[in-house]
């Protein structure tokens, strides 16, 4: 009695601290249909991209069409190595190259709180991508070429707090997703890491470097990142607002101090020329 007693308060602290771990990962941005009355969690995002338009799955326990038959096996094996139960490849539309940098704890947080959210039937809806990005076996070679399984390593050559920071922007953050260029493949340009430039959809995305972000002070980034009003007084851009309300105003000071401090920290890399 006393250990599934102990047991249960374990889970509900883990639940608690996966759910703050979830706004890190801004999980019901992308896991929750865009439209009013939208079920938290329920999938049916709609990501349009060049290949072809990409739909969010189910994230909620439930057995038939969310991950009710998953186990923590199966979480950890998606998120770390891109790979669905039964062993075939998730499209890099869902940012496991990112999230196989997150640490085996967190990631056992994570599901718990995902355990512990309210099952919904509603169905996932298959992507409708153009020919041959959809075949699931071709992913085995973008991986081959871009893909690094393995959780966070931390750089002794910067601080703890620097080193916290990295590991919310790469890992949980996925800042790198949308603020790197891509080639022609979608395979992230490293050599410009969070320098920004043209999105997926053709749009400018902010370059995170200080050869920008060296004009604006870290109460002015603090402003920008709690409440998306930028030091000129205009307001960021609405996928950006997202991320704003649900991720990164969200942070505790802590962890948002770091996220900035690294940021500081990064090698300067000047806008392309457009």
């Not at 603090?222 to 007084?233: H, I, S, Y």
Request: charged residues 20%; aromatic residues 10%.
């Amino acid at each position: 009695m006393l250990l599934a007693l102990a047991m249960g308060i374990a889970s509900a602290q883990d639940a608690k601290r996966g759910q703050y771990l979830a706004k890190l990962g801004g999980c019901a941005v992308c896991h929750t249909e865009d439209k009013m009355g939208a079920v938290p969690f329920a999938g049916g995002r709609a990501l349009k991209t060049p290949f072809g338009t990409f739909y969010a799955p189910n994230i909620t326990p439930h057995p038939q069409s969310g991950l009710g038959r998953w186990t923590e096996s199966d979480f950890i094996q998606a998120m770390r190595f891109g790979k669905r139960s039964d062993g075939a490849h998730y499209f890099p539309a869902f940012p496991y190259p990112s999230f196989t940098k997150i640490g085996d704890k967190d990631l056992r947080d994570l599901w718990s709180y995902l355990k512990s959210l309210a099952p919904s039937p509603r169905t996932s809806q298959p992507h409708a991508l153009k020919f041959p990005f959809g075949v699931r076996a071709l992913v085995a070679g973008w991986k081959w070429l871009y893909f690094k399984p393995g959780p966070f390593v931390s750089d002794p050559k910067q601080s703890a707090q620097v080193n916290l920071g990295a590991y919310i922007v790469q890992a949980f953050g996925h800042c790198g997703e949308c603020h790197t260029p891509r080639n022609s493949l979608g395979g992230p340009r490293q050599d410009r890491f969070l320098a920004g430039g043209k999105g997926l959809d053709g749009k400018d995305i902010p370059n995170l470097t200080p050869a920008n972000l060296k004009k604006w002070s870290d109460s002015d980034l603090k402003e920008v990142l709690t409440t998306g009003l930028t030091p000129d007084g205009d307001m960021v851009a609405t996928s950006m607002a997202e991320v704003v309300e649900n991720t990164t105003s969200q942070l505790s000071a802590t962890d948002l101090d770091a996220v900035i401090a690294y940021l500081r920290a990064l090698a300067p890399v000047a806008d392309e020329k457009k």
